[in-house]
């Protein structure tokens, strides 16, 4: 059963940070393309950052660069996700997905955790 565990949201206040964990199991881990996507209330889910296999290539939405980074440990089966400078337009639910390919649509991404909360204070 192929299983995807987000974790590590929760309230911060703007200018925070928070690192976002999540734990697969079920599936080839080390061998797939990564990503985090959000959903912030009433809007549509928005891609955040995706990480090939070999951790090496990174793609960021414009929303996002520079202040979070994504990462892997493959030993791990884990995916991270590190948000610095959180500002109260970051609260959304952030999910964690597996791809199909390397890529930020969705439709590449056939699995996907239950989502974590992440709420940003002002």
């Known amino acids: 059963e192929v299983q995807l565990q987000a974790s590590g949201g929760g309230l911060v206040q703007a200018g925070g940070s928070l690192r976002l964990s999540c734990a697969a199991s079920?599936?080839?881990?080390?061998?797939?393309?990564m990503a985090w996507f959000r959903q912030a209330p009433g809007k549509e889910r928005e891609f955040l950052a995706a990480?090939?296999?070999?951790?090496?290539?990174?793609l960021y939405s414009d929303s996002v660069k520079g202040r979070f980074t994504i990462s892997r440990e493959n030993w791990k089966n884990t995916l991270y996700l590190q948000m610095n400078n959180l500002n109260p337009e970051d609260t959304a639910v952030y999910y964690c997905?597996?791809?199909?390919?390397?890529?930020?649509?969705?439709?590449?991404?056939?699995?996907w955790g239950q989502g974590t909360l992440v709420t940003v204070s002002s």
């Open positions: 079920g599936i080839d881990f080390g061998r797939k393309t």
């Open positions: 990480i090939r296999w070999n951790r090496d290539v990174t």
């Open positions: 997905a597996r791809g199909s390919q390397y890529s930020s649509q969705q439709y590449d991404y056939n699995f």
